[in-house]
């Protein structure tokens, strides 16, 4: 069964550029996270999407934003790029509807590069 | 706001001995769940084990247990028999109760190191 997928794993952008990530998750997965990794913040919550709709959003600025497709497959774009937003960008999926002990699993993330 | 405190930034151990790594947390909730992940080098985060805040018996997971405390808010986790592999940073999280968000809260993490 394969896991989290995402793509790009790395990525080289420049300030004010715009950025597109992918996540698949699992086959069967419908719930989808995202979360940004930075040395100096840790691994803070950008958003949840569950059957195409956003169900909760972190405390990111409205350059980050999302979507979910029919097949759970998510996409995050962040838009006017900032130094600041070099960090590693982490998707996570899990079998919601089999409760909430279940776990989320994790892709291996996309290290995201501003210059 | 729930929060995760991870208060030892590292910790080495020597392989096959034993090593707990500490985590707190603040909940007004009864009912939640904790986790212990894992993030090698590889950078994939990697559950290790979960505990149910209803379940008053710790989790164990082969050489991994937890030491849950509900009424001190305290989360350990403690790794038997350290194997080299072990080495990583670990994560403790918590997810908030049913009908809540999905959202898992970490704390900082602890790089643990294992010395042969």
């Known amino acids: 069964k394969a896991g989290v997928t995402q793509t790009p794993r790395y990525l080289i952008k420049t300030r004010g550029q715009q950025v597109t990530l992918s996540c698949s998750p699992i086959?069967?997965?419908?719930?989808v996270s995202w979360y940004q990794q930075t040395p100096g913040q840790g691994l803070q919550f950008l958003f949840e999407?569950?059957?195409?709709?956003?169900?909760n959003k972190g405390n990111f600025p409205g350059r980050f934003s999302g979507r979910q497709f029919s097949n759970s497959r998510s996409e995050m774009n962040v838009s006017t790029l900032e130094l600041g937003d070099s960090a590693l960008y982490l998707c996570?999926?899990?079998?919601?509807?089999?409760?909430?002990?279940?776990?989320?699993?994790f892709g291996q993330g996309t290290r995201l590069t501003v210059v | 706001a729930q929060t995760v405190t991870q208060s030892q930034p590292e910790m080495s151990v020597q392989e096959a001995e034993t090593v707990t790594l500490s985590c707190t947390y603040d909940t007004s909730e009864s009912d939640y769940y904790l986790f212990w992940y894992k993030q090698p080098p590889s950078r994939q985060m990697i559950l290790v084990i979960r505990q149910e805040a209803y379940k008053q018996q710790n989790a164990t997971e082969n050489r991994f247990s937890v030491n849950f405390q509900k009424a001190a808010k305290s989360f350990s986790l403690k790794i038997s028999d350290s194997q080299l592999g072990d080495a990583a940073m670990y994560f403790c999280a918590y997810r908030p109760p049913q009908g809540g968000s999905e959202k898992l809260v970490f704390g900082k993490g602890m790089k643990l190191t294992v010395n042969p």
């Open positions: 086959s069967g997965h419908r719930s």
């Open positions: 999407y569950f059957s195409e709709t956003q169900r």
């Open positions: 996570a999926s899990r079998h919601r509807d089999r409760g909430r002990g279940t776990e989320a699993f």
